[in-house]
């Protein structure tokens, strides 16, 4: 499934492109409601994971690596989420980024299959992206 910025996430990355708005670290949360991003999505659509041990990722600014090409390139290091006690199946479908300050979506990412995480010591690892569209609409 493709990456997904909503209109929202749009807004920001523009003012944040003209320094309108100051720049906000961004939390990396995973969600399991079953959802296909679309654009109009705000945060509200989005149900964050609360099995054992998660916890959300705050992730800082200068830790982005941004590579400049044709189209530009931004990713940040793998995240691992790991689930610290067996209990009840929990499925997980994607994941999203909202601005830590206001809370605001900024993009999400459905996976290609959902996981299904039960058993303490399981993982789940997303490498956060996103490409530079070399078009204009």
Known sequence: MPLVLPNQGEAIAVKALLNHTAPQNLSLRLYKNDKTPADG???A???????AGYASVTL?????VVVEGAPTEATY???????????????????????????KLVWAERFAA???????GETIKVTPR???????D
């Not at 659509?45 to 099995?51: G, I, K, P, R, S």
């Not at 959902?114 to 303490?120: G, K, L, R």
């Open 45 to 51: 659509n989005y149900t964050v994971a609360d099995f």
């Open 60 to 64: 800082t600014g200068g830790s982005w």
């Open 130 to 136: 996103i490409t530079a569209k070399d078009e204009v």
């Open 77 to 103: 290091a793998q995240q691992t989420f790991t689930r610290s006690s067996t209990g009840a199946a929990q499925t997980i479908y994607g994941y999203y980024l909202v601005q830590v300050t206001s809370g």
């Open 114 to 120: 959902a996981v299904v995480i039960t058993n303490a």
């Open 41 to 43: 999505d705000t945060e």
